[in-house]
């Protein structure tokens, strides 16, 4: 008993925090420098930009973690389910007695890893509807200006402005950008964003056609084109999209949003433009087409014109009918127009010798004796009778109705007299007389409780004579036309 209790006298003591620091020389020590194969598990991506991941096989889990500068280098953004070969060092966490390995780099394990992670994205696209034959634009035929997203110094640049010059010379705007590495994927959504945002015949005037292009290579030199956010920007690009990456065995994400997929950069080319010569020898030939049709159509309307002709009858032969017609009556009209003024001067005479003037002297004095007697018969006297019966009639209605007009208003006035009174009686005004008070807030608001009074900031009591503030309510004047108020009345 002795003895136990000496060892645990002698045994030493450390600190958490030293316990913690001492653990963590001993694992960075013999763990300097570690590369790790495994499946990447759960990915979070705060908004510091450091990434922290899960390695994992199917018996072991180990945290690991990679910070905002490695972050940004790294090749491929680790993704969930991707097998992969990090490279780091080990190192514990104190604040949650943990072990991580802290990655310096992180690439897929193989080209296996990369075709597994490449079919998930296509998986997850497709399922959208981005590859779907219905939402791709149709190709300009001839295109104004054409923009060509490439590698300045490289051979497709040469080969497609090359091919373009051959078969039909067209204004060409280059977006240099990277065309694999690390910066690929981002400078060429810049590139397509970037075009897309050019004003339509401004300085700088917007193409009309977009040529995505780059030369053969390995998966992972091609991989920048397989970024989920290249395929987005070429599938909301408002300007149609030729993708060109690679050879024609070369298959890219962008190959499949793209409006257009060409097997080579020159292929592009040719898909982007006609052939000049073969456009003014189809234009010529459509000329020439056009021209003998018009010139068979006007010699069959002219051979048709004339066979109408000869049916028709000759111009004379339908003239001798209506020429024979007009002499005739020509011949008649000296004879019709002599007998027609004879027989209308006979009925003038007739008609004249009736009016003679001592018939019309006749119907003159029968009209003078006719006004005669309707004068007599208009004298004023029954009208000045009638005048007067009139005017008495008038003053007689006239007392009348003074009489009934004072008979009618007493009444009324006897019934408003007796609400004017009911009213005064009834009015708060009265009951202040009587010795009552209105309460209300500062704010106006009127106050029936004793806890409403209490929680008010201020008060203002009404009275007979006037209104008095109380804890600093303000005196609200009554607006124009405002009712009197009813207020609780003590």
């Known amino acids: 008993m002795d003895l136990l209790e000496d060892e645990q006298g002698n045994t030493p003591e450390f600190t958490v925090s030293e316990l913690s620091g001492a653990v963590k020389r001993t694992i960075e020590g013999e763990f300097a420098h570690v590369r790790v194969r495994g499946e990447v ?56 007695s ?16 990369l075709m597994a992670m490449l079919e998930k994205r296509k998986a997850a696209l497709q399922a959208e509807g981005l590859f779907d034959e219905a939402r791709k634009r149709p190709l300009p035929y001839l295109p104004e200006i054409i923009g ?33 590495g690390q910066s690929c994927a981002p400078e060429v959504v810049r590139a397509i ?19 995505v292009a780059r030369g053969g290579g390995s998966v992972e030199d091609l991989w920048g084109f397989n970024e989920e956010a290249v395929a987005r920007a070429a599938a909301v690009s408002m300007i149609p999209l030729i993708s060109a990456v690679g050879h024609e065995t070369d298959t ?15 292929a592009a080319a040719e898909i982007a433009v006609p052939v ?19 010139q068979q159509r006007i010699e069959t309307r002219t051979q048709r014109l004339r066979d109408l002709s000869r049916a028709m009858p000759r111009a004379e032969t339908l003239l001798e009918s209506p020429r024979q017609r007009l ?17 209308r001067r006979v009925q003038l005479s007739d008609r004249a010798g009736a009016l003679r003037p001592s018939l019309l002297a006749r119907v003159i004095a029968h009209g003078h004796e006719s006004l005669g007697r309707r004068t007599d018969r208009l004298s004023l006297r029954p009208i000045l009778r009638d005048i007067t019966l009139g005017r008495d009639r008038l003053g007689t209605l006239a007392a009348r109705l003074d009489t009934a007009g004072a008979r009618g208003l007493e009444d009324p006035r006897t019934r408003l007299g007796s609400l004017a009174r009911l009213l005064e009686t009834l009015s708060y005004k009265g009951t202040l007389a009587r010795g009552y008070a209105v309460v209300r807030s500062g ?25 008095l503030a109380l804890g600093g309510a303000a005196h609200r004047p009554k607006r124009k036309g405002e009712p009197p108020e009813q207020g609780n009345l003590f």
Not at 252 to 266: E, G, M, N, W
Not at 327 to 343: F, H, I, N, Q, Y
């Open 41 to 96: 598990g759960r990915v979070s991506t705060p908004r510091s930009g450091h990434i922290y991941l899960d390695l994992k096989d199917d018996r072991a889990v180990i945290s690991g973690v990679v910070w905002k500068g490695v972050a940004g280098r790294l090749a491929q953004q680790p993704e969930e389910g991707m097998e992969v070969i990090a490279t780091g060092r080990l190192t514990t966490f104190p604040g949650q």
């Open 98 to 113: 943990k072990y991580q390995i802290v990655i310096d780099d992180i690439r897929p394990a193989g080209v296996g890893a």
């Open 148 to 180: 060509v997203i490439t590698s300045p110094s490289g051979a497709v640049i040469r080969d497609i402005l090359h091919r373009l010059r051959e078969r039909f010379p067209r204004k060409v705007l280059i977006w240099p950008v990277a065309v694999q």
């Open 193 to 211: 964003e970037g075009f897309n945002r050019l004003t339509p015949g401004g300085s700088l005037p917007r193409p009309d056609l977009l040529i």
């Open 252 to 266: 890219t994400l962008i190959d499949f949003v793209s409006d257009r997929r060409a097997p080579t950069p020159t």
């Open 276 to 294: 000049r010569l073969d456009l003014l020898s189809w234009t010529g030939e459509q000329g020439s087409r056009m021209t003998r049709a018009m």
């Open 327 to 343: 002499d005739l009556l020509s011949t008649r009209l000296p004879v019709a127009l002599s007998r027609g003024t004879e027989k």
């Open 443 to 467: 704010e106006g608001r009127i106050l029936t409780a004793k806890a409403e009074a209490e929680a008010a900031a201020g008060l203002e009591i009404e009275f007979a004579d006037g209104r």
